[in-house]
């Protein structure tokens, strides 16, 4: 049943491949596209290979690491409203590009979103701590909320003041944009996604027993403290990352687990974050296409689709929590 | 004393907005402006065609979004809960902007007006979700709430604006709030409208105040609880389109004035909705003035500079709360 | 033979516990036999629990150390010492929808390398936790579908897993009704008996620890006041001393374990 559903996702990804390389505005035939893409020829070889193959690896790759970010979150947290998106690490981390631009610094942007990530991170912990007491999970998403505001506040302040030839550039670090996507770019997250994935691979266990609870997994021998760094740290990179090339295209990391877990029903650590990053990677790419398709000769920004899509599954998850009394 | 504090602050606002600039404004300058018939120098000129106005449109907002904090935040027993942060001012943007595409009226009187329904059905919304209707108090999804609802507006306008790449210019105004173009609004009609809901307020302000002990209490105090949130709901929604009509939608006024009003004005409603009168001014304007000077001759949006502002507030009202599992959410 | 032997059993030395600056227990030294059924019993707020999760090194003391068989826990590899003592906490946190095979599976973590593979060894201890407490038929059921009692089984099945020869366990028949509790006492009994497994737990009916196990500790609100046989540590100036309670302890007409009759 599980195998099944999982292939559902892949099928789904496939399908918005597919039409992300056929239609845009220049529609390409399935003649056309197999040749432009295997062989390298015929009238659509530019389109496919340079515009729109780059843009669809950068969705899907950005989308995962997201949606893998998120489901990190909220499994650790056991919130499902712990998102980095919803706790402000993608608007630091945009904050963090949108600085390096405006101020000309000219490192690799996956370090300075990281960079940015990072500091949120920190500061949200630092500011919902109190004395001899674990912040609740309420405060730190409250926080969370209070620093992403603070950081989306500075980023448009900044953006504002770039000139207007970077403002399409300090458009996609405020609401999160693919376009313009290269290979570079393409390299640039799978190559990193890998490392981090290479990296979670060997916290998963932890992460499965982290969710029976700190006594019992401490119990079973885990060190509490440094599995939970190791799990925090990797979700933030990894919420960097997707940053890093898409912006911070909201409510993927916080939609992907959910979605991603209720299609495939999966339940260990291990599947549940494969869901999380394959729903991630198909709500992005799904999004980016929507965009580009809904409206001909119109390119709206992947982060204002994913909001349209976004906001009202918070609406409804709040509804529903409210129905429960949960929350 | 602490009454001279709210009138220092409100006059400090009042002056900065008037005198401070690229071109200085002397007292002298002000008077003269107000007595000549025409402008006589450049300073009275700037005085009556630019801070003035800026001046006016300031007061009037400032007011509204403040006063619309202070019931907001005592409606739903939550002190974060701003109308811009909820999505109520994005509702009248959006819904300004939305009549103005499809019925094609452009005057700055028309416009103003068709804020009222969307901010009444935002304001509505938010208020379900956040579970006032049945009198329970959950901050954390009311707040979240507002957060969806505002992206969800937002993301819709972005569209249109993309969509509609012509009119860029007048709907940007409807994005992120500015004071520099009140003088092209009907800032007597709005003045008129946000005393209105001011009026309500403070007539509603002790209902409330019983409201805020549960229904169950209220109730038996003898008090409608339906009718005194249905008429909060009113006045907040006609301060806060009124405010959005002028000034487009300025977010976090309404969380940074209230902590002042209760730490100012004392623990009454209905005195802090008078100090949120005052107060809301003389924020609003010394924040235009900060970004009018900070990086002059160009000027920060004073939505922006309130954002700025907004953000390490709510960091910290949100670490006072107490979110304990029973009690609040 | 060694020249010293290994100290057998769960020690403690000297041992304090509390928090900011207070202490809850100070300068306990006591023994936890081995191969027994073994209880900590005393009033609310006498730190049973605070000693239960410093026996488990989930709690560090301001004080003093913890031997187990001679090895002091907090100086143990915490994987290691995962082997050797396990610990089933009050309030376990569930994942959700997780099934009873799957949740047994993680209690194999101590002795799973971080890419080694489920291994056969790993499969029969799981099959033999879950047939130890009798849930090997539910094993594909999904762990909130269950009751209680069955609940409870699966989390003890869970650190049985654990092929731990101690196994510690925090108030393991709160929020169960009293069928429930016998259940799970007498499978805690059986366990002793059957495989040799020592267990500790935390309880708080006098009357059924009396009834199930073999070596009871308790401790009134200023420490320890008896430890020993339960016939030797429910006497009514005990009770007196660490309940405040004036009661009457009769033999219970069933198995002759002493019962304690408050007046």
């Not at chain 1, 790759?61 to 402000?88: E, K």
């Not at chain 1, 690490?89 to 101020?103: D, E, H, L, P, Y």
């Not at chain 2, 505002?150 to 569209?159: E, G, V």
């Amino acid at each position: 049943m599980s195998r099944l559903r999982a292939a559902l996702i892949a099928a789904l990804i496939a399908l918005v491949c597919v039409l992300s390389l056929m239609i845009g505005a220049v529609h390409i035939g399935p003649c056309d596209l197999w040749r432009g893409l295997i062989d390298n020829e015929g009238p659509a070889a530019f389109t496919v290979r340079v515009l729109r193959a780059p843009r669809l690896l950068c969705a899907l790759g950005a989308g995962a690491a997201l949606g893998l970010s998120g489901t990190i979150f909220q499994m650790l947290l056991r919130n499902p409203l712990a998102a980095p998106d919803v706790m402000g690490f993608n608007a630091g981390a945009g904050f963090a590009v949108i600085v390096a631009i405006s101020t000309g610094v000219n490192w690799p942007m996956p370090l300075v979103a990281a960079m940015g990530g990072g500091v949120a991170a920190v500061l949200v912990a630092a500011l919902s701590y109190r004395r001899g007491r674990m912040p609740d999970n309420l405060t730190l998403i409250l926080v969370g909320l209070g620093v992403g505001f603070s950081a989306s506040g500075l980023s448009t302040l900044l953006g504002l003041r770039l000139p207007d030839t970077l403002a399409a550039e300090a458009q996609r670090w405020i609401t999160g944009s693919l376009s313009a996507r290269s290979w570079t770019h393409v390299a640039q997250i799978w190559g990193l996604g890998a490392v981090l994935c290479a990296m979670l691979v060997v916290q998963v266990r932890g992460l499965g027993l982290l969710q029976l609870g700190p006594a019992l997994a401490a119990g079973l021998g885990l060190h509490l403290g440094r599995s939970r760094a190791g799990l925090l740290a990797t979700a933030v990179l990894l919420a960097a990352c997707g940053v890093a090339v898409a912006g911070p295209v909201p409510f993927v990391a916080l939609m992907a687990g959910p979605l991603g877990i209720a299609i495939t029903r999966a339940r260990g650590p291990a599947a549940r974050l494969l869901a999380g990053a394959g729903s991630g990677a198909l709500i992005t790419a799904a999004a980016d296409l929507l965009a580009r398709a809904l409206w001909l000769g119109v390119q709206l920004p992947v982060g204002v689709m994913t909001g349209l899509l976004g906001a009202p599954y918070l609406l409804w998850f709040l509804s529903r929590a409210a129905k429960e009394g949960t929350l | 004393m602490r009454a001279a504090v709210i009138f220092a602050l409100f006059v400090a606002g009042i002056w900065s907005s008037l005198a401070l600039g690229v071109q200085a404004v002397g007292l002298d300058d002000m008077i003269g402006a107000v007595l000549h018939a025409a402008p006589q120098t450049p300073a009275e000129l700037v005085f009556m065609q630019i801070r003035l106005p800026r001046m006016a449109t300031g007061l009037l907002a400032g007011a509204a979004f403040a006063m619309a904090g202070v019931v907001m935040q005592s409606l739903t027993r939550n002190p974060l809960a701003d109308p811009g942060l909820l999505g109520v001012n994005a509702g009248a943007a959006a819904s300004v902007v939305l009549a103005a595409l499809l019925t094609g009226h452009t005057d700055a009187a028309t416009q103003a007006l068709w804020g009222f329904p969307g901010a009444m059905i935002a304001a509505v919304t938010i208020f379900a979700l956040g579970g006032g209707l049945r009198g329970d108090r959950a901050p954390v999804r009311l707040i979240l709430a507002g957060v969806a609802l505002n992206a969800l507006i937002l993301s819709a306008l972005t569209a249109l604006i993309v969509l509609r790449s012509d009119a860029l210019e007048v709907f940007r105004f409807w994005m992120a709030g500015t004071l520099a173009q009140g003088g092209q609004k009907p800032l007597v009609v709005l003045a008129f409208i946000v005393m209105c809901g001011g009026a309500i307020a403070i007539l509603l302000a002790p209902a409330l105040e019983a409201l805020a002990l549960g229904h169950g209490l209220a109730r038996g105090l003898g008090l409608r609880p339906r009718r005194t949130q249905a008429g909060a709901l009113i006045a907040l929604t006609l301060m806060t389109a009124a405010g959005v009509a002028a000034a487009g939608p300025i977010a976090f006024l309404g969380l940074i004035v209230p902590p002042l009003a209760r730490h100012l004005a004392g623990p009454q409603l209905r005195t802090q909705i008078a100090a949120g009168a005052l107060l809301g001014p003389a924020v609003l304007l010394l924040a235009d003035t900060a970004g009018r000077l900070l990086i002059a001759p160009a000027e920060i949006r004073v939505g922006v500079m309130t954002a700025i502002i907004g953000g390490p507030v709510f960091i910290w009202l949100a670490r006072r709360m107490r979110t304990t599992r029973n009690g609040a959410p | 033979m060694s020249k010293s032997p290994k100290p057998a059993g769960l020690q403690t030395h000297h041992l304090c516990l509390g928090y900011d600056g207070r202490d809850v227990i100070a300068d306990l030294s006591l023994e936890l036999p081995v191969g027994k059924v073994s209880a900590i019993l005393g009033p609310n707020g006498c730190g049973k629990s605070t000693l239960l999760h410093a026996l488990a090194r989930l709690e560090r003391p301001r004080a003093g150390r913890v031997l187990l068989e001679g090895d002091d826990i907090h100086a143990t590899d915490t994987r290691a010492l995962a082997r050797r003592l396990a610990i089933l906490p009050q309030a376990p946190l569930a994942p959700p929808g997780i099934s009873v095979g799957d949740l047994v599976r993680r209690g194999r973590a101590p002795w799973r390398g971080v890419l080694q593979r489920f291994s056969q060894a790993d499969a029969a201890a799981c099959a033999a936790a879950l047939e130890a407490v009798d849930m090997t038929a539910l094993r594909d059921r999904d762990l909130d579908a269950l009751s209680g009692g069955q609940r409870q089984r699966a989390w003890i099945a869970l650190t049985l897993a654990q092929t731990a020869p101690f196994l510690l366990l925090d108030e393991p028949t709160t929020w169960l009704d009293l069928p429930h509790q016998i259940e799970i006492l007498r499978l805690l009994q059986r366990l002793n008996r059957t495989q040799g497994v020592s267990v500790v737990s935390v309880l708080h009916d006098l009357n059924l620890a009396a009834r199930f196990c073999d070596h009871l500790v308790l401790f009134g609100p200023h420490g320890l006041v008896a430890t020993g046989t339960p016939r030797a540590v429910l006497s009514e100036d005990n009770l007196r001393t660490a309940f405040g309670l004036d009661a009457r302890v009769v033999a219970c007409p069933v198995s002759g374990a002493p019962m304690v009759c408050p007046i």
